[in-house]
Nanobody
Framework: QAQLVESGGGLVQAGGSLRLSCAASGRTFSSYAMGWFRQAPGQEREFVAAIDWNGGITNYAVSVKGRFTISRDSAKNMVYLQMNSLKPEDTAVYYC???????????????WGQGTQVTVSS
């Protein structure tokens, strides 16, 4: 059974950094694009970042570009999201996702993780 498990969330002050990890298991995800979404209370789940199967192409939401970096280690079936210069508006549950392309939306995701909470205090 394919599974994505996130870790690394927590509470951080504005301006701080966190690194999220996503461990993929149950199948090989090497042919999938991998990404991150987030959902704040009362809001829709939104795209954050994606990386292609080869790790050579990335895609970011405008709101995080220049502050967040997505990477992957296909040999270890791991995906990472380095988040720097965090802002209170980055507070959300962050979800790992696997899909067929780096242009991701909630409608074209094949696998979802269970989410990890990120809280940024002001």
């Amino acid at each position: 059974q394919a599974q994505l498990v996130e870790s690394g969330g927590g509470l951080v002050q504005a301006g701080g950094s966190l690194r999220l990890s996503c461990a993929a298991s149950g199948r090989t995800f090497s042919s999938y694009a991998m990404g991150w979404f987030r959902q704040a209370p009362g809001q829709e789940r939104e795209f954050v970042a994606a990386i292609d199967w080869n790790g050579g192409i990335t895609n970011y939401a405008v709101s995080v570009k220049g502050r967040f970096t997505i990477s992957r280690d296909s040999a270890k079936n791991m995906v990472y999201l380095q988040m720097n210069s965090l802002k209170p508006e980055d507070t959300a549950v962050y979800y790992c996702a696997a899909g067929r392309g780096i242009v991701m939306s909630i409608r074209n995701i094949n696998y979802w993780g269970q989410g990890t909470q990120v809280t940024v205090s002001s």
